[in-house]
């Protein structure tokens, strides 16, 4: 477990480096590098590692094999990196490369030799196969040669996605930790009782409506210049679209929070308040136009905001003890801004596919009831 929450910081560390004001300091640049780059990923690949060998899937010779072959496999990748960064802002200067700028090849190839090898272990020792040894490692090899190359080519890119990973493998690392008759019985549920989800017809007509205004906003956002005098140009009219979309999805919220109460357990609530406080933000943030100097600022707290929201649901898959579930849902629900950033701005666009879904949903519900009751009066 230490070894995936240390990944997660690491990655968190890097996208907090990455999304702040920040960014254009010297030293930002080489410490998201070894954050993302190196102790991300290195602390990932070794709680894979513990993982698939305490489940009995990776021998102790394969495992120390990867775990050391990791190590130069992230240090050479991040330094292939940090040399393409180096070389990219030298070609702008249009001063001449120095060595660094222009030896990511250098790096890179025996970097990926060596993830090669790395992950062609890692899969040999995962595969179920009645063939030959030679055919299982010219498979392995074969797989795991463009894999290596993916994993790489994620240094290049914001930590969006090796946090998602590292909050997948803390999951996976905590439930590992349980005793083994707590993890095969099924918790039972703690929704009240007297959670009742709303009638087919409330959620259809609901539905409905938010459907038709979320499309109105949804359709000023894109042709609101054309509306005159109510937007300037087609930057404020965007900005007013997505405002009054982002308000126009706090009542999809929670009408969804009833339809998904009795499912997704107590915390929906919370969640759904967590859910609008980030469309409040949001809608503020878009009022105060392109070019604020708090837009960005207050669209980051509304991704924030909605990460939790998304988070919480997840608690449940938590063990541990109170302080550790708070911790793990705390770390989970920042990683999850990853996803809330998206969705916080294109929630004008996506309230209408949503509510779309719940009167879908309504409209199927009487169609499946109606046989059964035609049945029963025969």
Not at 279 to 299: D, F, R, S
Request: hydrophobic letters at 60%.
């Amino acid at each position: 477990m230490g070894l995936a929450a240390t990944s997660l910081l690491a990655f968190l560390g890097g996208m907090a480096l990455f999304f702040s004001n920040t960014f254009h300091l010297p030293w930002t640049g080489p410490a998201r590098y070894i954050l993302t780059g190196f102790v991300g990923p290195i602390a990932a690949s070794f709680s894979a590692v513990v993982l698939l060998r305490l489940a009995g899937r990776l021998p102790a010779g394969g495992a120390r094999f990867v775990a050391l072959a990791a190590v130069p496999a992230w240090a050479l990748a991040a330094t292939a990196a940090a040399s393409w960064a180096v070389g990219f802002d030298e070609a702008d200067a249009n001063q001449g490369y120095s060595w660094f700028g222009s030896s990511t090849l250098l790096f890179m190839i025996p970097g990926w030799i060596a993830g090669t090898a790395c992950l062609a272990v890692a899969l040999y020792s995962l595969m179920v196969s009645r063939r030959s040894h030679p055919v299982r490692r010219l498979q392995a090899v074969v797989l795991a040669a463009p894999l290596a190359l993916i994993l790489g080519a994620i240094m290049f890119m914001p930590p969006m996605m090796g946090t998602l990973g590292a909050m997948v493998l803390l999951v996976v690392a905590l439930r590992q930790g349980m005793p083994a008759a707590s993890r095969d019985v099924v918790p039972p549920r703690v929704v009240p009782r007297k959670v009742v989800a709303p009638g087919r017809r409330v959620v259809g007509g609901a539905a409905l409506g938010l459907l038709v205004v979320g499309l109105a906003c949804a359709v000023f956002a894109v042709t609101g210049s054309t509306w005159a005098p109510i937007a300037t140009d087609s930057t404020h009219a965007m900005n007013l679209g997505l405002a009054y979309g982002a308000f126009a999805s706090i009542p999809l919220l929670v009408l969804a929070g009833r339809v998904l109460a009795p499912r997704l357990g107590p915390t929906t609530p919370w969640s759904v308040l967590l859910g609008c406080a980030s469309m409040v933000v949001q809608g503020c943030a878009q009022l105060l136009g392109a070019g604020h100097t708090l837009q960005w600022n207050g669209i980051l707290i509304a991704a924030t905001l909605m990460g939790f929201a998304i988070a919480l649901p997840l608690g449940g898959l938590v063990a541990g003890g109170r302080l550790t579930r708070i911790t793990v849902v705390a770390m989970m629900g920042l990683a999850a801004s990853v996803v809330g950033l998206p969705l916080v701005m294109m929630s004008a666009f996506l309230a209408p596919i949503g509510s779309a879904v719940l009167l879908v949903r309504a409209l199927m519900a009487g169609s499946v009831r109606q046989p059964r009751l035609s049945s029963e009066q025969m």
